[in-house]
Each structure stands twice: as structure tokens, then as C-alpha cells.
């Protein structure tokens, strides 16, 4: 009996965090691994790597609307913020002065940029997760000196979609620079530069379904940086010094390529798994609370709370159960803290601390959300039967 449950396949609803690897990334990594040259030597050797570097380069700036010599790699969309959201990206007008940031955006945007405390302002998300547009209006109405603005296209807990093209008109009105973090956008809606309205975007390698390590940061025409931030051999343009990931980065363009080629049908088939899973759980649980429900979302995404229900709990019982979620709260130096996402929504403590997310992808199929209703609803009637019948001495 044990060893019948222990051999069931797992199921693996944490795409947001990780997805996992396609197998044209895997092929292409393959046909990498050999190749023994570094791509700045001259040689034969060096020079296949150099033309595998190069073709990614050319396929990911395609995909994203920017010249290949406008993308730098690097390790992945948090260093992609960090080397983007400094005064040393400059256009013909220079720098910026003053960072805004959505309230949502990822840590790696809101505690990994290089401006001043006193120069960054974060502006204020609506009850749906969408940024206040008559706020950042505000906020750039005062901003002392010319402005950047980091927004996400979509929000990696709860996937509400961010109103790019508006928030960038409005920067752009005011001359600033607009940074879109497309992490979660990427292969899941339109990405380039133009559609997204930004004038830089980053991608993550791994959200795609390639290797960990690998991500991409695309520039609009006429951007440049005055430092790079990892400073050594020059290479990546200067902005970024040390010897390339040519298997990563083989990697990345082959799954960023099959993301973006499948993204329409893909999102039409995981809206439907998502939507059907939501009205499952309505149904048995009415009083769970779906957030960002009323405004545009991610296809993949679902994030939500039933009221009393610890989502710590309910994930690890999840877990041995052989399915992966991810709660809405962030857990560091062993101290589970609440969203700021849903702080910024306005979503209170006790609510954030039950949230749950389940995000779908590439390779997800209807019979896991079959699976994950199941269980979810076998779990959630334990729980509540615990909590109005307690154990003596528990
Ligand atoms: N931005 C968003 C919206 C994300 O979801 C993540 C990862 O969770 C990141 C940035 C950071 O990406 P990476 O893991 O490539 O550093």
C-alpha cells in the first residue's frame, strides 16, 4: 500500500518558481557540452563557442525585439536588475536620478537596485494587484530628478498583469527610462520591447523551462551602460565581465524558443486547467478567496486563501502527498513573514498567512489538477474536522 502511494508521479505545480527543463533545452545543452573552448579565444576551439553564443544571441533578440548587440547575458533576471536599475544606464540624455518601482515587483527589483534610499519610491498596487496609475503620476509629478520606473508585466504570486504600455507612455512623457521585469510574461503573452513599451526588459532562462543560471537583459536602440556590474575581461559588451555560460545559454534560447513559438496555445489550454481548477474549489469551499480574480492574469497562475487554513500546513501536507505548491509568504532565516505582494493589495495578515499558489506550464496536464482538486479537498476536510472536533492534549 505504501509503496503504491510513494510510486505515484509526482505532481509539480510551482512552474512560477521554476519549470522544468524542456527537453529541446536539455538537446541543446547536449550538443553544447563537449564544445571545450572559451568563447573570447581565437581559435577553432574558442570560436564554436563564440557560434553558439552568438546564434542564441541572435534567436533570444529576436524573440524580444532588440539588435543582438543590444542583449547581455547573464546569470538569471536578478542580476539582469541589479546591473539595469543604476544611474549607469544611460541614454543619449544620460542617466536616471530617481528609481519608482511597482510595489509588487520582485525582492530582486526592490532590494537589488543601486539608487539611493532617498531616490527610490515604490508606488502603490489597487486591491487587484494593478499599479495605481494616478499615483505614480504623482509620485513622478515630484520626483526630484529624471525617473526610472521598474514594473513587472505580470506578478510572479498572484499573476495579475500590469498595465505596461500606459505606465511606460506616462514615464515616457516625463523623459524617463522604463526597466520591465518580463520573468513571468515571457512565453506567456506578447514580449518584445515594443509591445511591453519598455526600453529594457530581462528574461529568466529557468521560468522557461531552461537551465538555471542563464538570463537575458534586452535594450531598446541607444541604451548603454557607463559600468557594467561585474567588471573583468570585457566581455558581454563590458557590462558584464567573466567567461560565458555557452551551455546555459544554448539552453536558454532553445527553451525561450519553443515558449514563445507555443505560447498561444499553451496559455489557452492552461487558462482552461487554471479556470476549471478555481471553480472546483469554489464549489466545495465558499469561502476561498482568489486574488487579483477581477483583473487580467497570468493563464497559468492561482493564488488564493481559504480563511483559517495555515498555508504552511496545507503545502507540507500537500507535499507528502506528492504535490508541489508554493505558499505567499516568504520564508528567510526561519521566519515565515507574510507577502509584501499582498500587503500591497491591501490583503490582511491572517488572510496572506493561508495563501496559497499554484502555477501550471509546459508540461502540465488536466489529470494534475484533477489530482490537486482531490487532494486539496481531502486535506482542507481533515484540517476542518480537526479544528471543530480538537484532540484532548493537542
Ligand atoms: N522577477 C520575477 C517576477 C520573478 O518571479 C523572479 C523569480 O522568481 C525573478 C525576477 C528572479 O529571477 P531569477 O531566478 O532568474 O533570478
Not at 216 to 235: H, K, N, T, V
Request: include cysteine; charged fraction near 20%; aromatic fraction near 4%.
Amino acid at each position: 500500500m505504501i509503496l503504491a502511494t510513494s510510486a505515484r508521479a509526482r505532481v509539480y505545480l510551482d512552474y512560477n518558481a521554476s519549470a522544468p527543463l524542456r527537453p529541446v533545452a536539455r538537446a541543446a545543452m547536449e550538443a553544447t557540452l563537449d564544445l571545450q573552448g572559451n568563447a573570447s579565444s581565437v581559435h577553432g576551439e574558442g570560436r564554436a563557442v563564440r557560434a553558439v553564443i552568438e546564434d542564441a544571441r541572435r534567436q533570444i533578440a529576436a524573440l524580444l525585439g532588440a539588435e543582438p548587440k543590444n542583449l547581455i547575458f547573464v546569470s538569471g533576471a536578478t542580476e539582469a536588475a541589479n546591473l539595469a536599475l543604476t544611474p549607469f544606464l544611460r541614454d543619449k540624455t544620460g542617466g536616471c536620478e530617481v528609481l519608482l518601482a511597482g510595489a509588487g515587483e520582485h525582492p530582486c527589483v526592490l532590494s537589488g537596485h543601486g539608487f539611493a534610499s532617498e531616490r527610490f519610491f515604490e508606488a502603490p498596487l489597487g486591491p487587484q494587484g494593478v499599479i495605481d496609475l494616478a499615483a505614480l503620476e504623482r509620485l513622478l509629478a515630484a520626483a526630484p530628478g529624471r525617473p526610472m520606473l521598474a514594473l513587472q508585466a505580470a506578478n510572479n504570486e498572484t499573476g495579475a498583469i500590469q498595465p505596461m504600455r500606459l505606465a511606460a507612455d506616462i514615464v515616457h512623457a516625463r523623459n524617463g527610462i522604463v526597466v520591465c521585469d518580463a520573468v513571468q510574461w515571457a512565453g506567456r503573452g506578447p514580449c518584445d520591447l515594443k509591445a511591453l513599451g519598455a526600453d529594457a526588459l530581462l528574461i529568466s532562462s529557468h521560468k522557461l523551462g531552461g537551465p538555471k543560471g542563464a538570463g537575458a537583459l534586452a535594450l531598446a536602440d541607444g541604451l548603454y551602460f557607463e559600468r557594467g556590474l561585474i567588471r573583468g575581461g570585457g566581455q558581454e559588451r563590458g557590462a558584464r565581465g567573466g567567461t560565458e555560460n555557452a551551455l546555459a545559454i544554448a539552453g536558454f534560447a532553445a527553451a525561450a524558443r519553443e515558449a514563445f513559438v507555443t505560447c498561444n496555445r499553451q496559455s489557452l489550454e492552461l487558462a482552461d486547467m487554471r479556470d476549471r481548477m478555481e471553480a472546483t474549489l469554489q464549489a466545495g469551499l465558499p469561502d476561498i478567496e482568489i486574488f487579483s480574480a477581477n483583473t487580467a492574469r497570468l493563464p497559468n497562475t492561482s493564488a488564493f486563501a481559504v480563511p483559517g487554513l495555515a498555508a504552511e500546513t496545507l503545502l507540507m501536507a500537500l507535499d507528502l502527498e506528492g504535490i508541489a505548491v508554493s505558499s505567499g509568504s516568504a520564508c528567510s532565516s526561519g521566519k515565515v513573514r507574510p507577502s509584501h505582494v499582498l500587503a500591497s493589495m491591501g490583503v490582511q495578515d491572517h488572510i496572506s498567512r493561508c495563501a496559497l499558489r499554484i502555477s501550471l506550464g509546459w508540461a502540465s496536464q488536466p489529470g494534475d489538477i484533477d489530482r490537486f482538486c482531490e487532494t486539496f479537498q481531502r486535506t482542507v476536510s481533515r484540517m476542518l474536522a480537526r479544528r471543530t472536533h480538537p484532540v484532548a492534549g493537542i
